[in-house]
């Protein structure tokens, strides 16, 4: 499985934006996908994660309520659209991919995208 994040950005705190994560390959659908993301100076971290149906969501404290994450699966992308943004989730956000079943661990990852650049201002 191939990765590819994109919709990084600067934006104002408070503002908006939508990560996506386009992956390739006929079998997306057995991948659990999460989102992670990594500050400077800080290690790699939890953000939220969805099951191969979208049926089950997870997401880190920090986000729950202004993140949602998201799948297509006839699209074979995921996404992370974040509200309310503030100057603390300025990150390298990443996608990743892992068979079967959600995990909100890092280490459980098989497949990792480039990671996307965001930066939120105060």
């Known amino acids: 499985v191939q990765l590819q994040a994109s919709g990084g950005g600067l934006v104002q705190a408070g503002g908006s934006l939508r990560l996506s994560c386009a992956a390739s390959?006929?079998?997306?659908?057995?991948?659990?996908m999460g989102w992670f993301r990594q500050a400077p100076g800080k290690e790699r971290e939890f953000v939220a994660a969805?099951?191969?149906?979208?049926?089950?969501?997870y997401y880190a404290d920090s986000v729950k309520g202004r993140f949602t994450i998201s799948r297509d699966n006839a699209k074979n992308t995921v996404y992370l659209q974040m509200n309310s943004l503030k100057p603390e989730d300025t990150a390298v956000y990443y996608c990743?991919?892992?068979?079967?079943?959600?995990?909100?661990?890092?280490?459980?990852?098989?497949?990792w995208g480039q990671g996307t650049l965001v930066t939120v201002s105060s």
């Open positions: 390959g006929r079998t997306f659908s057995s991948y659990a």
């Open positions: 969805i099951s191969t149906g979208g049926g089950s969501t």
């Open positions: 990743a991919a892992k068979y079967f079943r959600t995990s909100v661990s890092s280490a459980s990852y098989d497949y």
